[in-house]
């Protein structure tokens, strides 16, 4: 080895200085190109040994031609040999199911990004993706029935440790996006119309389509959108902000929206002659999908109790009241 070395060095120094290519030149090009980082070498340094994306695998990726249709592009970005396009689809089917990719910065994977958490993680999903034919159904599938997924939201034992959850130690809780927000109440007011139909406002008092079929304006995006995170249809975003203003609380205790949504509710758990025990247990079931536990039925029922002496029972109630007639009776009385 050390006289392999020194036959090197005396070889480079008895070489003719290689002339220096002039700006712009085809080889300076060339030059230039071979220097920027390889699509693997996107990352942080802790994963640059990954399992599938080797440089020798990485180079046989089909050479672009200067004027490339698009089918070309196309092949070129889905190619299994492009260790990027499967990892960028495996964070963000990650970050819709957890909340927090596993690439905090979704759209930008290049050096002004930020390093993943679990890069072993992102490599191994990205590699089943593409063994499973690029199927988004399986991957989904793969990570719902994880039991990093199906872990309880509750704090456990390991919240001292890993406050942030970056450990995933437990599940994260979420809110719901202002469409999934807006379907569930017209579901639980009977209101809910699932078949798409013709583009409406999110205002119009008449639309009770699903929120994805409603109309987006790139001129004015609609204020109920623009107060529950919804993103500007004008650029680029990789997610949405999580905001809690003092507009949001307004909106849902007094707008003609919620009022309505509120009496149709009241009218879909009056329409039938049971006790006012069981019509909480059918409030409980729409609302929140369980059964109320015995200090909220308690506090229900009390609740439904409280009525003028002149408002009748809801029809087939054990001396219970209507809460939607006795709040009318308040408003007309001063009460």
């Not at 020194?6 to 080889?27: C, L, V, W």
């Not at 927090?100 to 050096?111: A, E, L, R, Y």
């Not at 699932?194 to 205002?203: A, M, T």
Request: no cysteine; aromatic share 8%; hydrophobic share 35%.
């Amino acid at each position: 080895m050390p006289n392999t070395a020194k036959r090197s060095a005396t070889a480079a120094k008895s070489a003719p200085a290689a002339k220096k290519a002039p700006a712009g030149s085809k080889q300076t090009k060339n030059a230039k190109r071979e220097n920027e980082p390889k699509l693997e070498e996107f990352f942080h340094d802790e994963i640059k040994d990954i399992y599938w994306a080797e440089k020798k695998l990485v180079k046989t990726l089909p050479k672009m031609q200067k004027a490339a249709t698009s089918e070309e592009l196309a092949a070129a970005i889905a190619n299994q040999n492009n260790p990027l396009t499967s990892r960028v689809i495996v964070n963000r089917l990650w970050g819709w199911f957890f909340g927090q990719p596993i690439v905090p910065t979704p759209s930008n994977f290049g050096h002004s990004g930020q390093p993943p958490t679990y890069p072993e993680l992102l490599d191994d999903l990205a590699v089943r993706f593409v063994q499973n034919g690029w199927s988004i159904k399986s991957m989904a599938r793969e990570i719902m029935l994880s039991s990093a997924y199906r872990q309880s939201s509750h704090g456990n034992e390991m919240i001292g440790r890993d406050p942030g959850n970056e450990l995933l130690s437990r599940m994260n809780r979420r809110r719901l996006a202002v469409e999934q927000w807006r379907d569930a109440v017209l579901f639980v007011a009977g209101e809910l119309q699932p078949i798409g139909g013709k583009s409406l406002e999110l205002d119009d008092p008449k639309n009770f389509h699903r929120t994805v079929y409603s109309r987006v304006s790139r001129l004015k995006l609609n204020d109920v959108l623009m107060q529950f995170d919804y993103p500007d249809a004008n650029v680029h975003a990789e997610k949405r902000a999580v905001t809690t203003t003092p507009m949001q609380k307004l909106f849902l205790l007094n707008s003609p929206f919620m009022l309505d949504r509120a009496k149709a509710l009241s009218q879909r758990l009056t329409a039938n002659r049971v006790s006012e025990r069981k019509r909480v247990q059918q409030a409980y079931q729409l609302l929140f999908n369980r059964e109320p536990d015995r200090e909220e039925m308690q506090i229900a029922l009390q609740f439904l109790q409280k009525r003028p002496a002149n408002v009748p029972p809801s029809p087939g109630s054990e001396g219970g009241r209507n809460p939607l007639k006795s709040a009318k009776h308040r408003l007309r009385t001063g009460s």
